[in-house]
């Protein structure tokens, strides 16, 4: 039989199989580069000597000139298998282009039903066997879908007419259960295994880790991050918090191990994020790196990296499996980055620390109810990679209006502390909601045991408030509901916060009644679909919402008032004109050697060009997406807000060469040779962080290269 690579070249060329030669190819066939997600290639074409004869080769609007949604955050890492680009574009098609030329082969249309959150990271290859054609999995909404690679055709025989509905095994009625799956699944011999993302809010669905028969679409195991009774961590939830509770998922990808045949899941926090009144204890397996028996779904191993999380710092970023020679010896290490600007390098057997964790106290709640872990871990190596604290000296000076500002909000804050549980009063939270490192991850270079992480530096400002919630009136339980499921990302006063969500205000004018009700079921844009809460719940929203957009108030009860704590929501810390609050650099790209721990160097990622004009450095840009490292001596990334695609000397940080993009590439791009030609490709998405939407793929090789 021929191979699956020239029977895939054979059909995507349209070429009798007989035919056509195997060709030359160097592949980028993993999200993250490859199943240990290291982001390495071991190409080297394109290296420091000629970096700057970089050009442009090819670039592919995936969207073919349709109209983008505004919200679209479209963070594919593509994946090329054998001269072949699979993609994703802002609409949700999946697409194959020549790798070579951006020449489409095939692209699909997938129907959508409840899509929800648009920021889709990837997808994930199967070769195939001599029998089954190379399959291409994905997700869209709350389905995940099987599709033959070689022509874009969907395979009915996986699940149920060619997709699996996520929704469906998790303990909870289907129809209320609103859950995504932003970052690919990964593979295991013939397994997908799936984490997925959740609402954040009371009601979520569980987290539970799931595998999946490729060929099938057949369950074959589950691992449940909220524990039921008789598994390990059930005692450390309230008796039957498995039945009710959410959250504990991993949203942001898995890494495998192929040959010790194990899966290292990241998790996120407990639902609801910042409110563990409920949830008494230390709430495994929220926050915790949880190393899986691939095959059988068997916990081998957990490291808890945040108790009882009450600040949404979840383990943000696939865990990258490396490889580290120290003292002439090599030791086979999980390198973990974290919101909190951490490294968490842990032994890939045992699960321990490399470096000593310490267990330090942390401030108690000052919220009636909530009972805060006492102690939190705190890392003392690798260094971290984003600042720890912040003080009154830290406030951003770039001009006196601006720290005049920013101190005024300082004081009327609570005084930093690590992990200072959300109170009655403003607290900042440091780094803050986004990181420190989020879901791009880091990049590993094996020759020279460092590791490279991109990190925001911006802080936010963290609250819970004490609402009266009006018991006889059905307008004070709407206001009510608002407040738990749709303040934190909406506001208290429908004021949004910019720029991630928007104002609703003005709903009344915008909308009608029953448009609304359908985005709460349905989602829309960054909005999850808030299909768990029942009709009556949400009339009771859609009502307050166009009552507040009106001008009318919660009229009084005579069955009185009851006090409940909900989130406050996501303020950013921040100036007069959106920049944060805290000194720059607020974003940054940081080398780390992982076998002493220390950092080689760190440098500023990106900048504002207003602020540049007005005589500021680079401040360094929230960014998005992580970097690449090769064996040709180079640092590749994009991330910025400012739209760029840099690469930078990996061993000095020296920046050797930078692109405008034509929207920011919030993804992490990939390299990979096709007949001796090395090529780079970015997705310049936008849509995040009040950037433009794009939809182009653009691909970067050296002039005229001829191998």
Same mark, same amino acid.
């Given at each position: 039989?021929?191979?699956? $690579? +020239?029977?895939?070249?054979?059909?995507?060329?349209?070429?009798?199989?007989?035919?056509?030669?195997?060709?030359?190819?160097?592949?980028?066939?993993?999200?993250?580069?490859?199943?240990?997600?290291?982001?390495?290639?071991?190409?080297?074409?394109?290296?420091?000597?000629?970096?700057?004869?970089?050009?442009?080769?090819?670039?592919?609007?995936? @969207?073919?000139?349709?109209?983008?949604? #505004?919200?679209?955050?479209?963070?594919?890492?593509? %994946?090329?298998?054998?001269?072949?680009?699979?993609?994703?574009?802002?609409?949700?098609?999946?697409?194959?282009?020549? #790798?070579?030329?951006?020449?489409?082969?095939?692209?699909?249309?997938?129907?959508? *039903?409840?899509?929800?959150?648009?920021?889709?990271?990837?997808?994930?290859?199967?070769?195939?066997?001599?029998?089954?054609?190379?399959?291409?999995?994905?997700?869209?909404?709350?389905?995940?879908?099987?599709?033959?690679?070689?022509?874009?055709?969907? %395979?009915?025989?996986?699940?149920?007419?060619?997709?699996?509905?996520?929704? !469906?095994?998790?303990?909870?009625?289907?129809?209320?259960?609103?859950?995504?799956?932003?970052?690919?699944?990964?593979?295991?011999?013939?397994?997908?295994?799936?984490?997925?993302?959740?609402?954040?809010? @009371?009601?979520? #669905?569980?987290?539970?880790?799931?595998?999946?028969?490729?060929?099938?679409?057949?369950?074959?195991?589950?691992?449940?991050?909220?524990?039921?009774?008789?598994?390990?961590?059930?005692?450390?939830?309230?008796?039957?918090?498995?039945?009710?509770?959410?959250? +504990?998922?991993?949203?942001?990808?898995?890494?495998?191990?192929?040959?010790?045949? &194990?899966?290292?899941?990241?998790?996120?926090?407990?639902?609801?994020?910042?409110?563990?009144?409920?949830?008494?204890?230390?709430?495994l397996f929220g926050n915790? %790196?949880?190393?899986?028996?691939?095959?059988?779904?068997?916990?081998?191993?957990?490291?808890?990296?945040?108790?009882?999380?009450?600040?949404?710092?979840?383990?943000?970023?696939?865990?990258?499996?490396?490889?580290?020679?120290?003292?002439?010896?090599?030791?086979?290490?999980?390198?973990?980055?974290?919101?909190?600007?951490?490294?968490?390098?842990?032994?890939?057997?045992?699960? $321990?620390?490399?470096?000593?964790?310490?267990?330090?106290?942390?401030?108690?709640?000052?919220?009636?109810? *909530?009972?805060?872990?006492?102690?939190?871990?705190?890392?003392?190596?690798?260094?971290?990679?984003?600042?720890?604290?912040?003080? &009154? !000296?830290?406030?951003?000076?770039?001009? =006196? !209006?601006?720290?005049? /500002?920013? $101190?005024?909000?300082?004081?009327?804050?609570?005084?930093?502390?690590?992990?200072?549980?959300?109170?009655?009063?403003?607290?900042?939270?440091? =780094?803050?909601?986004?990181?420190?490192?989020?879901?791009?991850?880091?990049?590993?270079?094996?020759?020279?045991?460092?590791?490279?992480?991109?990190?925001?530096?911006?802080?936010?400002?963290?609250?819970?408030?004490? &609402?009266?919630?009006?018991?006889?009136?059905?307008?004070?339980?709407?206001?009510?509901?608002?407040r738990q499921h749709c303040?934190?990302? /909406?506001?208290?006063?429908?004021?949004?916060?910019?720029?991630?969500?928007?104002?609703?205000?003005?709903?009344?004018?915008?909308?009608?009644?029953?448009?609304?009700h359908r985005t709460v079921?349905?989602? $829309?844009?960054?909005?999850?679909?808030?299909?768990?809460?029942?009709?009556?719940?949400?009339?009771?929203?859609?009502?307050?919402?166009?009552?507040?957009?009106?001008?009318?108030?919660?009229?009084?009860?005579? #069955?009185?008032? !009851?006090?409940?704590?909900?989130?406050?929501?996501?303020?950013?810390?921040?100036?007069?004109?959106?920049?944060?609050?805290?000194?720059?650099?607020?974003?940054?790209?940081?080398?780390?050697?992982?076998?002493?721990?220390?950092?080689?160097?760190?440098?500023?990622?990106?900048?504002?060009?207003?602020?540049?004009?007005?005589?500021?450095?680079?401040?360094?840009?929230?960014?998005?997406?992580?970097?690449?490292?090769?064996?040709?001596?180079?640092?590749?990334?994009?991330?910025?807000?400012?739209?760029?695609?840099?690469?930078?000397?990996?061993?000095?940080?020296?920046?050797?060469?930078?692109?405008?993009?034509?929207?920011?590439?919030? +993804?992490?791009?990939?390299?990979?040779?096709?007949?001796?030609?090395?090529? %780079?490709?970015?997705?310049?998405?936008?849509?995040?962080?009040?950037?433009?939407?794009?939809? @182009?793929?653009?691909?970067?090789?050296?002039?005229?290269?001829?191998?």
């Open positions: 039989m021929r191979s699956s $690579k +020239a029977r895939l070249l054979a059909l995507l060329l349209g070429a009798a199989p007989a035919v056509v030669p195997a060709g030359d190819f160097e592949r980028w066939q993993h999200y993250g580069g490859d199943p240990g997600n290291t982001h390495y290639s071991s190409l080297s074409q394109i290296n420091r000597d000629n970096v700057a004869q970089l050009q442009p080769a090819w670039t592919y609007h995936s @969207a073919g000139g349709k109209a983008l949604p #505004a919200s679209s955050e479209l963070q594919v890492n593509p %994946i090329v298998v054998d001269g072949v680009l699979f993609g994703r574009n802002p609409l949700y098609n999946v697409f194959a282009v020549d #790798a070579a030329s951006g020449a489409v082969r095939w692209t699909y249309d997938p129907p959508l *039903e409840h899509v929800g959150l648009s920021n889709m990271r990837g997808l994930t290859y199967w070769p195939g066997t001599d029998d089954q054609p190379p399959r291409i999995l994905f997700t869209t909404g709350h389905f995940l879908m099987a599709l033959d690679a070689t022509t874009g055709k969907m %395979i009915d025989s996986f699940g149920n007419r060619g997709r699996v509905d996520l929704r !469906e095994g998790l303990g909870r009625d289907p129809a209320l259960v609103s859950i995504n799956a932003p970052s690919p699944g990964v593979l295991f011999e013939d397994l997908i295994i799936m984490g997925s993302a959740v609402t954040e809010t @009371a009601g979520a #669905a569980p987290g539970d880790i799931r595998a999946y028969d490729v060929r099938s679409g057949a369950l074959a195991w589950t691992f449940h991050t909220i524990p039921h009774p008789g598994e390990t961590g059930h005692d450390t939830w309230p008796e039957d918090a498995w039945k009710t509770f959410g959250g +504990a998922n991993a949203w942001a990808g898995m890494s495998v191990d192929e040959q010790r045949g &194990v899966v290292y899941v990241p998790t996120g926090s407990p639902a609801p994020d910042f409110d563990g009144s409920g949830r008494s204890g230390a709430n915790s %790196i949880i190393a899986l028996d691939a095959r059988s779904g068997e916990r081998l191993w957990h490291y808890q990296a945040v108790h009882h999380d009450l600040w949404d710092r979840d383990l943000s970023s696939a865990p990258t499996l490396v490889e580290v020679t120290r003292n002439g010896e090599k030791h086979q290490w999980l390198a973990q980055a974290s919101k909190q600007g951490v490294l968490y390098l842990l032994d890939r057997d045992s699960g $321990k620390p490399v470096f000593p964790i310490r267990e330090v106290a942390v401030p108690a709640s000052t919220v009636p109810g *909530e009972q805060a872990y006492t102690t939190q871990p705190q890392v003392t190596l690798p260094e971290p990679f984003s600042r720890q604290r912040m003080g &009154v !000296e830290d406030l951003s000076d770039i001009n =006196p !209006e601006v720290h005049s /500002h920013v $101190k005024a909000l300082w004081e009327k804050a609570e005084s930093f502390a690590y992990l200072r549980p959300p109170g009655l009063k403003p607290s900042v939270l440091f =780094p803050g909601f986004y990181g420190g490192a989020n879901w791009g991850g880091g990049a590993f270079d094996p020759a020279t045991n460092t590791y490279y992480i991109n990190a925001m530096e911006a802080p936010h400002l963290v609250q819970m408030e004490a &609402v009266e919630v009006n018991k006889g009136s059905e307008l004070g339980m709407g206001q009510f509901l608002f303040s934190g990302c /909406h506001g208290v006063n429908l004021e949004g916060f910019y720029p991630y969500a928007p104002a609703l205000k003005d709903v009344a004018d915008r909308l009608d009644k029953r448009s609304a079921v349905e989602g $829309k844009g960054r909005m999850m679909p808030f299909s768990h809460l029942n009709r009556h719940e949400r009339d009771a929203i859609v009502d307050y919402l166009f009552a507040f957009s009106r001008g009318e108030t919660v009229p009084e009860s005579d #069955a009185g008032t !009851e006090t409940r704590y909900v989130f406050a929501g996501y303020r950013d810390f921040v100036d007069q004109r959106f920049y944060p609050a805290v000194k720059p650099p607020w974003g940054t790209l940081t080398a780390i050697d992982l076998a002493s721990g220390q950092r080689r160097w760190q440098i500023t990622l990106g900048e504002y060009e207003q602020l540049t004009k007005e005589g500021i450095p680079p401040t360094g840009t929230r960014n998005y997406g992580g970097p690449v490292v090769t064996a040709g001596g180079l640092l590749i990334i994009a991330a910025s807000s400012d739209a760029k695609l840099r690469i930078f000397d990996k061993l000095s940080g020296e920046l050797l060469w930078s692109y405008p993009l034509p929207a920011a590439g919030y +993804a992490t791009p990939a390299t990979y040779e096709i007949d001796g030609r090395q090529y %780079i490709v970015i997705t310049c998405s936008g849509g995040k962080l009040g950037t433009p939407t794009g939809d @182009a793929y653009m691909a970067f090789a050296l002039p005229g290269h001829n191998p």
